[in-house]
């Protein structure tokens, strides 16, 4: 039995793609907090999605490298958010109804140019993640990633928190909250494309929002969504990498998958916000209104 548990640390392999979990996961993590503060999971998911297309232009136009795919979805991420923006002012269209027409049409782009490019192993990687093809390089990659993200935005932890919470109030104060605007959203799309390999990009967004949700269930304490968040993230991307190992199942599902259940017992059993606890509590009242 204990061979059995040890058995993933005596490879190498495993051992870039658990560090590599911890970092991603914990970098995600932080960032959930603001992804669900600002109630835009939907806008970045559809980011996340929109990673694709432009990683096949990037590959039709200079070919299959690691750095072509990382500046090609940092490309396209930025393309579909904007064009988005773009859109909404110079039309009727809300900006999420933009968001959806653009990024569905690209990600259909994206996937018939990348059968067309005969690089369909490949795809399934980049829409599903495989970090245990990581290698030093790409752990270093991630690592710096991790550390500009995390300390980008603890630095300006207090002013974007003013701009999520109190737009005018923040901007009277002499916040420029354009720009944090958009520097945290060009910030979580780079933690979006660190996160690739890892769960790819169909399930990034599971990765960057569940960490915080969850917590958010279980303290009213701002603090704890970010630093919680980057616990949870952390600590639950590596025991999915682990589950991955001993159960021969995929490690980019059984990351978001790991997660997701904290979330479900978070959902049922948290002894504020859970249902029980709510359901309890609505009990309690029709017994005794007063």
Same mark, same amino acid.
């Given at each position: ?10 490879? %190498? ?6 560090? #590599? @979990? +911890? &970092? !991603? =996961? ?5 960032? $959930? ?34 750095? %072509? ?6 490309? #396209? @991420? +930025? &393309? !579909? =958010? ?5 859109? $909404? ?44 093809? +990581? ?156």
């Amino acid at each position: 039995m204990i061979e059995w548990l040890m058995e993933p640390f005596q490879h %190498s392999f495993n051992q870039r793609a658990i560090l #590599a @979990a +911890l &970092l !991603i =996961g914990c970098t995600n993590g932080y960032a $959930s907090a603001f992804v669900v503060l600002k109630k835009s999971a939907l806008k970045v998911g559809s980011l996340s999605h929109a990673l694709l297309p432009g990683i096949a232009v990037a590959i039709l136009v200079f070919g299959l490298h690691e750095w %072509s795919a990382f500046l090609g979805s940092l490309f #396209a @991420a +930025l &393309l !579909i =958010g904007l064009g988005s923006l773009a859109v $909404s002012r110079g039309s009727r269209i809300d900006q999420d109804s933009a968001l959806a027409i653009l990024y569905t049409a690209a990600f259909s782009g994206g996937i018939i140019l990348l059968r067309r490019i005969g690089v369909t192993q490949e795809m399934d990687e980049w829409l599903f993640g495989n970090i245990m093809g +990581l290698r030093d390089s790409d752990l270093w990659t991630n690592f710096w990633i991790s550390f500009a993200a995390l300390g980008v935005l603890t630095a300006l932890h207090r002013p974007l928190l003013m701009t999520l919470f109190d737009a005018e109030v923040a901007a009277t104060l002499g916040v420029p909250v354009r720009a944090l605007n958009y520097l945290l959203l060009a910030v979580l799309i780079v933690v979006l494309i660190s996160s690739l390999q890892a769960v790819g990009c169909m399930l990034a967004i599971g990765l960057l929002v569940t960490p915080a949700a969850t917590v958010y269930l279980l303290t009213d304490s701002t603090h704890a969504m970010f630093w919680g968040g980057a616990l949870l993230g952390g600590l639950g991307a590596a025991f999915a990498v682990l589950a991955g190992w001993w159960l021969n199942i995929e490690q980019g599902p059984a990351i978001v998958l790991v997660l997701g259940a904290v979330f479900a017992l978070a959902f049922f059993f948290s002894p504020k916000y859970g249902l029980i606890a709510r359901a309890r509590l609505a009990r309690a009242r029709q017994t005794n209104p007063s």
